[in-house]
């Protein structure tokens, strides 16, 4: 198919079943195209939380990148942040490292020598310093648990050294970079008395919007809500082991969730993040089933019900195409807009097993909806004059659809629940009027 994007249609991959989801739209089975649409996606070191963001989700935290130049430098523009001055260093690997794994013995004493900077000369000694290797040492086998305990022991001072993985090598496993990041994160946590009162929100490197959610839980009587992300000190950090239960958000979390059940003591239960109104307001009341707790739907659900009915009423015959870089599942998303009526033409996504229930679903609506995977290398040869769609969602889509307007939909707080839904709509709604003023 030289020459153009393969792409199926939602009826045909419906047709074909969940275990026979073509390998062109998979990640992990052929070659991988970099596209500007897919750097987010794909490099660690890149714009989003990748692994060396999320690595320092801690608060007083730093780390230390163990890798060849390449590998380095593509940290250097988050590391111009200035909420990570002062967080990120560096100890190279040569040729005889990568052959001979040399730099195994120097990683305490760099460790070291970045503790004592910062705590002779900057006063701010870190409690745990992150070290974050690359592929090179997937490929060597490095023990990083016994090169974490070695640089503690070098140390002597009560520092935590944790190891941060940036292996794309096991982005198809069972435990993928961001799945094992978030693992590490956690696992500093110590056992401590529960407090009844208190919740922790997990699953993303930055904030829910402060929304529906945390008002239901502080009206049940919550009166601490935690996320890694708003904690401002590591003591208060280490306080989220009190939580009396755990609200994962991210399917990604779900693994941390897990070990914190085990090793803590702390239930979870899991709240998707979905743009259908109707399912948002049955995943609320199954969770205040499950905590028992009551909350009081009725004034969110009718704003969100209205946002969507407005946006419908003002653009009856819209039509989207719809990326993987934006704050939601691009096919859940694409769903929930055919339900309310709208249309989807396409899709850039990589479609995993577990998605293929919307899809499933998508092709008894809309089953003409066009669906590409961004990573596939025919990419190369999509045809930007053949969308027919009013409006695209996702930084990735604004690549693609470089014609029509865009909501970009991708800022570090996250959207969630009804508020989001409504934001989303209004937002949309707005773009719209401008792009037609």
């Keep these: 198919m030289a020459g153009k994007a393969i792409t199926y249609t939602a009826a045909q991959i419906a047709k074909l079943g969940k275990d026979n989801i073509p390998a062109e739209l998979l990640s992990g089975h052929g070659l991988v195209y970099s596209s500007p649409a897919t750097l987010a996606y794909n490099s660690p070191g890149a714009e989003g939380f990748g692994v060396k963001r999320a690595g320092l989700a801690v608060p007083e935290s730093v780390m230390l990148i163990v890798s060849p130049g390449c590998c380095g430098r593509n940290t250097s523009i988050v590391s111009s942040m200035p909420q990570y001055k ?60 016994r090169v974490c305990t070695a640089c503690e022991n070098a140390l002597g001072n009560g520092t935590r050294v944790r190891p941060c993985y940036m292996y794309a090598l096991t982005r198809e496993g069972r435990r993928p970079p961001m799945v094992h990041v978030r693992q590490t994160l956690y696992s500093l946590l110590e056992p401590m008395d529960k407090d009844p009162k208190s919740v922790n929100i997990i699953g993303n490197f930055a904030p829910l919007e402060d929304g529906e959610l945390q008002r239901y839980l502080t009206e049940a009587g919550v009166k601490h809500i935690r996320q890694v992300s708003t904690c401002g000190t590591y ?28 090793r803590l003591g702390i239930p979870y239960i899991e709240l998707t993040r979905i743009h259908d109104v109707e399912r948002t307001a049955a995943q609320y009341k199954a969770f205040a089933n499950a905590v028992g707790i009551e909350i009081d739907l009725s004034e969110d659900e009718a704003r969100a019900k209205e946002a969507v009915g407005s946006l419908k009423e003002s653009f009856p015959d819209l039509s989207f195409n719809i990326g ?104 949309i709604k707005q773009t719209m009027k401008e792009a037609r003023a």
């Design 324 to 427: 993987e870089c934006l704050n939601a599942d691009p096919f859940e998303l694409a769903l929930s807009l055919v339900r309310y009526g709208f249309k989807v033409d396409e899709i850039y996504g990589t479609l995993a097993p577990e998605k293929f229930r919307y899809v499933s679903r998508l092709a008894e609506l809309s089953p003409d909806t066009k669906i590409f995977c961004n990573m596939e290398p025919t990419m190369l040869y999509y045809d930007m004059s053949a969308s027919r769609a009013h409006i695209s969602l996702g930084k990735d889509a604004a690549f693609y659809c470089p014609n029509i307007p865009n909501v970009a939909w991708n800022s570090d707080i996250q959207p969630f629940g009804f508020q989001g839904i409504t934001k989303l709509m209004e937002t």
């Design 235 to 262: 003591e208060e950090f280490l306080n989220m082991a009190s939580a009396n239960f755990n609200i994962v958000t991210n399917p990604e979390a779900r693994a941390s969730a897990h070990d914190m059940s085990q």
């Design 86 to 145: 002062d967080r990120f260093f560096y100890l190279l690997m040569d040729e005889t490292d990568l052959v001979t794994g040399r730099h195994l013995k120097r990683i305490p004493e760099a460790v070291c020598e970045v503790v004592s900077f910062l705590d002779g000369q900057k006063g701010k000694k870190p409690k745990v310093v992150m070290i974050c290797i690359t592929c090179v040492d997937a490929l060597l086998g490095t023990d990083m648990e």
